[in-house]
Nanobody
Framework: QAQLVESGGGLVQAGGSRRLSCAASGRTVSSYTKAWFRQAPGKEREFVACISFSGGSTDYADSVKGRFTISRDNAKNTVYLQMNSLKPEDTAVYYC???????????????WGQGTQVTVSS
């Protein structure tokens, strides 16, 4: 099974930027749709963004559209989430996921990273 490892989380001031990375083991996982989800304390896991294998198609949650950008480098089996204009409500554990379907649902993803904490202060 695929192994995903997130990195790049940390403490950021509101209005600042942060770039998350998700490295995947194995060439086969590059064929998956890749996605980012997040989960704040006491809340359900929330879709953030996803990207197709080729990188030609992307989808974003309304809450992050225009501020976040998802991208991937298949040669490195890595997906990125560039986060700009961060807000306190972006504070959450961010998870990378991989799956075969084009979907916003976490049920469509079978490989998950451990998560990385992003905290945005006012």
């Amino acid at each position: 099974q695929a192994q995903l490892v997130e990195s790049g989380g940390g403490l950021v001031q509101a209005g600042g930027s942060r770039r998350l990375s998700c490295a995947a083991s194995g060439r086969t996982v590059s064929s998956y749709t890749k996605a980012w989800f997040r989960q704040a304390p006491g809340k359900e896991r929330e879709f953030v963004a996803c990207i197709s294998f080729s990188g030609g198609s992307t989808d974003y949650a309304d809450s992050v559209k225009g501020r976040f950008t998802i991208s991937r480098d298949n040669a490195k089996n890595t997906v990125y989430l560039q986060m700009n204009s961060l807000k306190p409500e972006d504070t959450a554990v961010y998870y990378c996921a991989a799956g075969r379907a084009w979907s916003r649902s976490p049920l469509s993803y079978d490989s998950w990273g451990q998560g990385t904490q992003v905290t945005v202060s006012s």
